[in-house]
């Protein structure tokens, strides 16, 4: 089973993009590189404001009460002995 990007893999690497387009921009144009960066960097938190808030890891608050079994819990994150 191979490995697949989900959404906030696609997150993240726009996150690098958006910092490094705007390093790239600053050195390859006239456009001073703080300002390059700084524009970017707006779209940077404009990809985690909507990672965060807008398609965020919960649908509904309830979710975060819901208790998961330890059984659930894939044995790499998990701090106890998997059953299997």
Known sequence: MG???HYY???LLCIAA???LGALIG?????????S???L???????IGHALFVN?????PEDLTEEVP??????VLSPVDSPE
């Open 3 to 5: 490995y697949t990007l």
């Open 9 to 11: 893999d696609i997150v």
């Open 18 to 20: 958006s910092l490094g």
């Open 27 to 35: 050195y390859a144009t006239a456009v001073p590189i703080e300002a």
């Open 37 to 39: 960066i700084v524009g």
């Open 41 to 47: 960097g707006l779209v940077a938190i404009a990809f």
């Open 56 to 60: 965020g890891p919960v649908d509904q």
């Open 70 to 75: 330890a059984e659930d819990v894939p044995q």
